[in-house]
């Protein structure tokens, strides 16, 4: 017979880590992006040195202000800025559309993973039920719980017949396979 030993905190940790490290991949990808907007600090492109550039010459100016090398200096400037602040808003709204879109795709690989889970719990109790091996279908669900951990951060109540009850750490419940 084929005996399954788990270490079921150990799992647990697992899971959790394996949801933080997705959720830190994700957002480092997402903040590099937009730090290469802003640009470093010592680039002549960067956000900060055109506003520095456009304060500078707005001083200038508030010297001399009767000064046509000035004034245009200062006109010169605020279009370089604006030009740079259109172009981030682009930029980021870009990225905002793409975050969307990674959304949407991962919440339709959760709602696969936990229809499967689904599924697995109904074989899981059934062949529990009549005394058959579920070894094999409960690495299946574990697989899938492992994947789905990846996603959010998930609990998990294991009834006595072998179902697994996952709920988000808020409260929410994503696979339930009791009748309401």
Do not use: C, W
């Amino acid at each position: 017979e084929v005996a399954r030993s788990i270490d079921q905190g150990l799992l647990k940790s697992l899971r959790f880590e394996l949801g933080a490290l997705n959720e830190l991949d994700v957002q480092e990808s997402y903040f590099e992006r937009a730090q290469e907007l802003f640009g470093k600090t010592q680039d002549n492109t960067s956000l900060s040195h055109i506003i520095n550039q456009l304060t500078q010459s707005l001083e200038s100016l508030s010297v001399t202000p009767d000064r046509v090398l000035e004034q245009s200096e200062v006109v010169r400037q605020g279009d370089e800025t604006a030009r740079k602040l259109r172009n981030m808003t682009t930029t980021i709204q870009a990225l905002r559309q793409q975050a969307d879109l990674e959304i949407t795709e991962a919440v339709a690989k959760m709602n696969k993973l936990g229809q499967n889970i689904s599924n697995l719990n109904d074989q899981i109790v059934r062949n529990t039920a009549t005394s058959k091996d579920v070894t094999d279908l409960k690495d299946q669900r574990d697989t899938a719980i492992d994947q789905l951990s990846e996603f959010v951060d998930i609990r998990i109540f294991y009834r006595g017949d072998g179902d697994a009850v996952i709920f988000t750490s808020a409260g929410r419940t994503l696979v339930d396979n009791q009748a309401t």
